[in-house]
């Protein structure tokens, strides 16, 4: 499966920014998908994760009710809009695909798509 996210950019803290992931190659609509971020100098954390159907979510205590993860399976899209956002939000933003349902650590996703770098400023 290819994913790739798209949508960071730079938003001053407070802002907010959609993220999409778009994925390709396999029967999306039966893919466990997740997001995870990692900022400079630091490893790679679970941010966000949506069950195949949408049904389902688990986030990161850090982005509670500030992030939510959607999907689109007709578009093949899984989406991360986020709200009230922090100077610590800065990251790469990483979407990947779990066989595991609601999975939350690097080890249990697949395939991994390219990062979109999502800067917030202070």
């Known amino acids: 499966v290819q994913l790739q996210a798209s949508g960071g950019g730079l938003v001053q803290a407070g802002g907010s920014l959609i993220l999409s992931c778009a994925a390709s190659g396999r029967t999306f609509s039966s893919l466990n998908m997740g997001w995870f971020r990692q900022a400079p100098g630091k490893e790679r954390e679970f941010v966000a994760a949506?069950?195949?159907?949408?049904?389902?979510?688990r986030y990161a205590d850090s982005v509670k009710g500030r992030f939510t993860v959607s999907r689109n399976n007709a578009k093949n899209t899984v989406f991360l809009q986020m709200n009230s956002l922090k100077p610590e939000d800065t990251a790469v933003y990483y979407c990947?695909?779990?066989?595991?349902?609601?999975?939350?650590?690097?080890?249990?996703?697949?395939?991994w798509g390219h990062g979109t770098l999502v800067t917030v400023s202070s």
């Open positions: 949506i069950s195949w159907s949408g049904g389902s979510t």
């Open positions: 990947a695909n779990s066989r595991r349902l609601l999975a939350t650590t690097l080890y249990e996703y697949d395939y």
